[in-house]
C-alpha cells in the first residue's frame, strides 16, 4: 500500500511543484515529514544535504532518497526499498514528461504573447515563496539546534550557514567548494 501512497504523493509533487528542485523540497518535506510521517526532520534535513552533494537534479535526487527512505523505515527489506525509489522518481517526472509533450509544441508557438508571458510573471513570486519556504524549513532545532539547548551547536552553525552565504553570494567561492568546506568544518567543530 505504501508504493501506492508514495506513487499518489510525488505525483502531486510533481504536477504543483513549480520552480524545479529546490521550489519542491518544501513539498517534498510536508508530504513525507509532516503529513505521513515516513522521515523525521533530522533524516529529511540528510536527504536534502545527500541531494545536492550528488549528480542530477536535487528534487528528482529527492525523490529518490525519500522513497527508498519511506519503504525502508516502513520495514520492507532492500530490494522493495529501491522500488520505492523507483516510484517516486517515476511518480515525480511522470507529470513534467506528459505535460511538456501536450504543450511543447504551442508553446513553441505561443510563447511570445501576452498570456503567457503574464502567467510566467505570476509564477514568478511563487517560485520565490517556495524557495523561501524549503530555507525557512530547514532552519529549524534539529539543524540548528538552540542557544539554551546546545549553544555550541547553534553558534556553530549559524556560524557555518552566514560564512556559506557571505562565501557564495559576495566572495563568489563555488558552491561545490563551499559545500566541502562546510562539511569539512562541520566535522572538526561539531564532533
Known sequence: MIFLYLFITFFEIGLFGFGGGYGMLSLIQTETVIH???????????????SQMTPGPIGINAATY??????HNAGHNGLM???GSATATF????????????ISKM??????????????????????????AA????????????????????????????????????MKINPIRMIGYAAFAGLLLLY
Open 81 to 83: 526499498a529501491v522500488l
Open 36 to 50: 505521513h510521517h515516513w522521515l523525521t526532520s533530522a533524516e529529511f534535513t540528510n536527504i536534502v544535504a545527500i
Open 135 to 170: 530555507t525557512l524549513l530547514l532552519m529549524n532545532a534539529e539543524n540548528f539546534s538552540a542557544p539554551d539547548v546546545n549553544p555550541w551547536q547553534f553558534w556553530i552553525s549559524a556560524g557555518l550557514f552566514v560564512a556559506t552565504f557571505v562565501g557564495t553570494k559576495y
Open 107 to 132: 508553446f513553441m508557438k505561443y510563447m511570445n504573447t501576452p498570456v503567457v508571458q503574464t502567467v510566467f510573471a505570476g509564477l514568478r513570486p511563487a517560485v520565490v515563496g517556495l524557495l523561501a
Open 66 to 71: 525519500c522513497g527508498y527512505a519511506a519503504v
Open 91 to 102: 511518480a515525480l517526472v511522470l507529470p513534467s514528461l506528459v505535460l511538456m509533450i501536450l
